[in-house]
T-cell receptor, first 116, second 110 residues
Framework: EPEVTQTPSHQVTQMGQEVILRCVPI?????FYWYRQILGQKVEFLVS????????KSEIFDDQFSVERPDGSNFTLKIRSTKLEDSAMYFC??????????????FGPGTRLTVL | KNEVEQSPQNLTAQEGEFITINCSYS?????LHWLQQHPGGGIVSLFM???GKKKHGRLIATINIQEKHSSLHITASHPRDSAVYIC????????????FGKGTKLTVNP
């Protein structure tokens, strides 16, 4: 069964450093998402991406964040200058069509980001 | 006020018991999702529904649009059902995002 994959599974970085989290969505999917979950809290939407551009972003997704689909298979989330409060589990998801609210989203296993 | 409220927050059951987890929401939705989060953190989509009832194995999800309420039922619960169950909704407004509840932590003891 096709699945969303994410690398790395765990990333440790120093405050102020740039990190890139990588995702490979399911191959025929058209909509891509990033979510985050701070330890002990609920999952929060960060950004959605369709047709090579951001279709929606939350207030969390400020100028420190960016997303890219560099090569038609990978979908990346970059945090330019990490802060302690960026420590969280980051989930990538993808859906086939219709936008996330009308189609099942398939989640990756997550990347745990620890900022020291 | 949270747009999505789940109850209970924690639930402990004995193997074989019938489980019900509830979700209430305050916005107009296009669809409601039930998700399962394993102890390791991974998230699996269980159901997406916008009306009525869906069944998959021992899992049943129902939704009442008028009352803005959904339930997830697990029949003949098993220790491997132990996980966090999360309700999430997509807005009818056309927003792409899902809005998540805080989750219900289920522990099924043998």
């Amino acid at each position: 069964e096709p699945e969303v994959t994410q690398t790395p599974s765990h990333q440790v970085t120093q405050m102020g450093q740039e990190v890139i989290l990588r995702c490979v969505p399911i191959s025929n999917h058209l909509y891509f998402y990033w979510y985050r979950q701070i330890l002990g809290q609920k999952v929060e939407f960060l950004v959605s991406f369709y047709n090579n551009e951001i279709s929606e972003k939350s207030e969390i997704f400020d100028d420190q964040f960016s997303v890219e689909r560099p090569d038609g298979s990978n979908f990346t989330l970059k945090i330019r200058s990490t802060k302690l409060e960026d420590s969280a589990m980051y989930f990538c998801a993808s859906s086939e069509s219709g936008g996330g609210m009308r189609d099942t989203q398939y989640f990756g296993p997550g990347t745990r980001l620890t900022v020291l | 006020k949270n747009e999505v409220e789940q109850s209970p927050q924690n639930l402990t059951a004995q193997e074989g018991e019938f489980i019900t987890i509830n979700c209430s929401y305050s916005v107009g939705i296009s669809a409601l999702h039930w998700l399962q989060q394993h102890p390791g953190g991974g998230i699996v989509s269980l159901f997406m529904l916008s009306s009525g009832k869906k069944k998959h194995g021992r899992l049943i999800a129902t939704i009442n649009i008028q009352e803005k309420h959904s339930s997830l039922h697990i029949t003949a619960s098993h220790p491997r059902d132990s996980a966090v169950y999360i309700c999430a909704v997509g807005h009818r407004s056309g927003s792409e995002k899902l809005v998540f509840g805080k989750g219900t932590k289920l522990t099924v003891n043998p």
